[in-house]
């Protein structure tokens, strides 16, 4: 069965780093885009970036680029999702999901961050 | 970057019903390249049609996708209980990808 593991909720202080992680099984980890989505509260899904962990090449969203950094380590089969520095209107529910072909399948089950003083 | 506006925000419908979904792009999107997501309240988005009109596995035939150039259509043909969600369309192109906001399906 493919699966995408993501790591628990978490929470943060303004200003404080982050990584959460995606974990794959199932599948050939390295061959299949990983993608990153938020979902603020309430509101509607937002890409944020794709990596390809066979070679790590990544893409950002425009509105993302340079707000966070997408990694992976392939000898784990494992995406991460990073932040330098929270701020308050980081607080979202975060999903990575597999890229097939042009579509996202499966996903993860999601990590809530909550970024709060 | 292409702009899919779903329409309409929500829908009102009752079990048995027929309901019709609207994505419209900005700029044409490549049949391949078009796909719509379900989401419950609580859970992940789940992949309901890609390629615009191919139904994923496991998902039922009342569920049909369809449409080209800056129109697509998400069908559900009797609505069933459990299909009372919301529903993203997507798109990907150049690398870069979008999301439609989104319409509510709400039981009547």
């Known amino acids: 069965e493919v699966q995408l593991v993501q790591s628990g909720a978490e929470v943060k202080k303004p200003g404080e780093s982050l990584k959460i992680s995606c974990k794959g099984s199932?599948?050939?980890?390295?061959?299949?885009?990983i993608g990153w989505v938020r979902q603020m509260p309430g509101k509607g899904l937002e890409w944020m970036g794709i990596?390809?962990?066979?070679?790590?090449?990544?893409r950002y969203s425009p509105s993302f680029e340079g707000q966070v950094t997408i990694s992976a380590d392939k000898s784990i089969s494992t995406a991460y999702l990073q932040w330098s520095s929270l701020k308050a209107s980081d607080t979202a529910m975060y999903y990575c999901?597999?890229?097939?072909?042009?579509?996202?399948?499966?996903w993860g089950q999601g990590t809530l961050v909550t970024v709060s003083s | 970057e292409i702009v899919l506006t779903q329409s309409p925000g929500t829908l009102s419908l009752s079990p048995g019903e027929r309901a019709t979904l609207s994505c419209r792009a900005s700029?044409?999107?490549?049949?391949?390249?078009l796909a719509w997501y379900q989401q419950k309240p609580g859970q992940a988005p789940r992949l309901l049609i890609y390629?615009?009109?191919s139904r994923a596995t496991g998902i039922p035939d009342r569920f049909s996708g369809s449409g080209s150039g800056t129109d697509f259509t998400l069908t559900i043909s009797r609505l069933e209980p459990e299909d009372f969600a919301v529903y993203y369309c997507?798109?990907?192109?150049?690398?870069?990808?979008?999301f439609g906001q989104g319409t509510r399906l709400e039981i009547k």
């Open positions: 999901a597999r890229l097939l072909g042009a579509a996202f399948d499966p």
């Open positions: 199932g599948y050939s980890f390295t061959s299949y885009w």
């Open positions: 990596i390809y962990p066979g070679d790590s090449d990544t």
């Open positions: 700029q044409s999107v490549s049949s391949s390249y």
């Open positions: 390629g615009a009109s």
């Open positions: 997507q798109q990907y192109g150049s690398s870069k990808i979008t």
